[in-house]
């Protein structure tokens, strides 16, 4: 290899680099379109007081700084940090955030705060949210009465950081005016049967009266089966076993008596009629369709789920008067149609896209969403590898167990990427998850962690004061063709991580002979180096800059062959071979570098240059014994190598 051609490709590298800094940088133009097309569509679709939202404003990418002021504070009566939607709440009548479930204690946190900052800014009354009707007619009901039996059927079929806020919701609810009292409807499918048995028994414990005959043997076992499962649940935290009566059964068998013999489930029930009705024919056979589909893996099963949430929402919407606030997982969220989306959902409308493009058009500007993207989550949407970085540059500036709310377009970057679907992103720092997944918080995966591994190979040259050795051979009339730099290639595995980088190297060089009489002398060598170094370029996907320090072993390896002389009377191995020496010199190093690194996709390639400094003996050894005299060599030098490999 040519000095002449690594010092070529460190000028072009550093050519571009200046280049870079000194000029503006090109948009893609297709990026453009996209974002003059996303511009317009919001100045067609948006109210007038939201026109200075417009993409315009913000032609460059610039980091926006992240104050303290800015943090939502989840465990107080404040609203601070949510100030930034002040001026735009009364522009909507449907705010939606989306969560990733398994953050289940900042997530019921974040639910509260917004339910009680909406009801208080916004006219917000109405709060749906993602479980089956059934479970939200328990949650309502114990919203108006209070009565702890509801609670603990509430507590035993949602997550226990949710149960608590719903006690402390109560405690809210309680203190409004009755013009600002909550309604709580939940629009999901009952995809679970439990919490329809509860509901269903619910209804007819107030029944003082024995039911007809017709209908008798099915209105005691449901009373007998919200009992036993209450049994078999809490036997189940301690002795998990099995269930030996079926509720899907048991339904199945009352929902058809319930068709026979109607009338009779009409004298007996009286005014708890109709939502027994609405719990058997609407919603418990809504959800044995959709478990038919579940069942066969069909992906009629989440299209079915988002159109019965969308039908349930307008409903509700029908016969309750006021706003509506709900949090939903992330990809009910999105706004735009998907072809693809995190939760590997194709060609998909999610619930906010089926309620802003309702028949009629009246919802059309009134939904407002927000994303919760979390420090160990932000692997969705459709450009979530170009946004991780992105995410990155937001999330070091925040402290721990935070959540800041952002207006997507004040970052270009991240605008492309997710401003078509939200309206802000939250995020959130609180990495721990809840209870019900706490295995999570232990078993993490490279896809929440965002290392970067990149496997290289180089070839490089390094400057060895061979000097002395060469010297060596004069003394004794002889010469020497070694030269310096040597040549070597090497290999590397490189970590990165916020910015820092840890790179370990394998390196060989590449031998070098030379005759001295009638001896062959090859000299070779191998080392092995850890540096860490700070990429100073972080910011900058494409590109990095490097410096770094580490230490490490190199070994030189000097061995001489002896061959017989013109009278064949030479020196030779015991049985008959050429005699062989070998000489080591072992060293103890301190590497300093700079590295220069480009990124197209995951190729990488790029340039090194650096200083090894040798801070041990410089004499040779013949296995275990040093030379005291002889030659000295020095492994401290300059080197430089190129270098290409793959990152993943």
Not at 167 to 185: A, I
Not at 487 to 503: D, I, L
Not at 507 to 535: C, H, K, M
Not at 563 to 574: I, R, W
């Amino acid at each position: 290899m040519k000095r002449e051609l690594i010092m070529l490709i460190l000028c072009l590298m550093y050519a571009t680099l200046v280049a870079q800094i000194n000029t503006p940088v090109l948009k893609d133009v297709t990026e453009d379109i996209i974002r003059r097309t996303t511009e317009e569509e919001r100045v067609k679709s948006n109210k007038a007081t939201m026109t200075i939202r417009s993409l315009s404003l913000v032609p460059d990418r610039e980091i926006v700084t992240i104050e303290d002021s800015d943090t939502l504070r989840l465990y107080s009566d404040s609203y601070e940090g949510l100030e930034l939607l002040d001026s735009v709440l009364g522009d909507y009548s449907v705010f939606i955030t989306g969560e990733n479930h398994t953050y289940t204690e900042s997530n019921a946190r974040l639910w509260f705060k917004m339910i009680k900052y909406l009801n208080e800014k916004a006219g917000v009354r109405n709060v749906m949210f993602e479980y089956g009707q059934t479970y939200g007619f328990l949650v309502n009901e114990y919203m108006k009465t209070g009565d702890s039996l509801l609670f603990n059927s509430i507590d035993r079929f949602a997550y226990p950081e949710y149960s608590a806020v719903i006690k402390e919701l109560k405690v809210y609810n309680d203190s409004l005016p009755n013009d600002k009292k909550l309604h709580f409807t939940a629009i999901d499918i009952d995809r679970g049967v439990y919490p329809i048995v509860k509901a269903l028994d619910y209804l007819l414990a107030s029944r003082n009266t024995m039911p007809s005959d017709s209908i008798s043997l099915h209105i005691q076992s449901v009373q007998s089966l919200a009992g036993y499962n209450d049994y078999k649940l809490n036997e189940e935290l301690k002795y998990p076993g099995v269930f030996t009566f079926k509720t899907r059964s048991t339904l199945a068998l009352l929902a058809a008596n319930f068709v026979t013999n109607r009338q009779d489930y009409i004298d007996y029930l009286g005014d708890d009629y109709e939502p027994f009705r609405r719990i058997i024919e609407d919603q418990y056979t809504a959800r044995e369709k959709w478990h038919q589909y579940k069942e066969q893996d069909a992906v009629q099963q989440y299209v079915f789920r988002e159109n019965y949430m969308h039908k349930v929402f307008l409903k509700e919407r029908s016969q309750n008067p006021g706003n509506w606030f709900g949090q939903f997982g992330r990809c009910h969220t999105t706004k735009s149609h998907k072809e693809n989306n995190s939760c590997e959902w194709f060609e998909f409308n999610s619930l906010a896209q089926r309620i802003i493009n309702t028949k009629g058009g009246e919802l059309q500007n009134q939904v407002l969403t927000l994303a919760q993207v979390y420090e160990t989550d932000r692997n969705f949407g459709p450009m979530h590898e170009e946004n991780e970085d992105g995410f990155r540059q937001y999330f070091k500036r925040m402290p721990e167990n935070s959540l800041v709310i952002f207006d997507i377009t004040k970052d270009s970057l991240l605008n492309a990427g997710y401003g078509q679907d939200f309206d802000y992103l939250i995020f959130n720092t609180n990495n721990t998850r809840g209870e019900s997944y706490e295995y999570l918080n232990t078993v993490r995966s490279n896809e929440e962690d965002d290392t970067k591994i990149a496997y290289l190979f180089g070839l490089g040259e390094q400057n060895i004061d061979v000097a002395d050795f060469v010297q060596q051979f004069g003394n004794i009339g002889y010469s020497s063709l070694l030269t310096s730099p040597f040549q070597f290639y090497e290999f590397a595995v490189s970590a990165t991580k916020n910015g820092w980088v840890n790179t370990t190297v394998l390196s060989f060089l590449r031998p070098q002979s030379s005759f001295a009489g009638t001896t062959e002398w090859t000299i070779d060598g191998y080392g092995l180096t850890n540096n860490v170094g700070y990429d100073i370029f972080e910011e900058t996907k494409w590109l990095d800059i490097i410096p770094s320090l580490g230490f490490g072993f190199q070994q030189l390896n000097a061995l001489a062959v002896e061959f017989p002389d013109s009278t064949g009377s030479l020196a030779q191995g015991y049985i008959g071979e050429e005699k062989h020496t070998l000489h080591t010199n072992p060293a103890v190093i301190f590497d300093f570098n700079g590295v220069v690194g480009l990124h197209l996709g995951k190729f990488n390639l790029g340039a090194k240059a650096g200083y090894k400094i040798d801070v041990s003996k410089t004499r040779w050894r013949t296995g275990d014994h040093l030379l005291k005299t002889g030659a000295v060599t020095s492994l401290s030098g300059f080197y430089q190598s190129v270098f290409f490999g793959l990152e993943f």
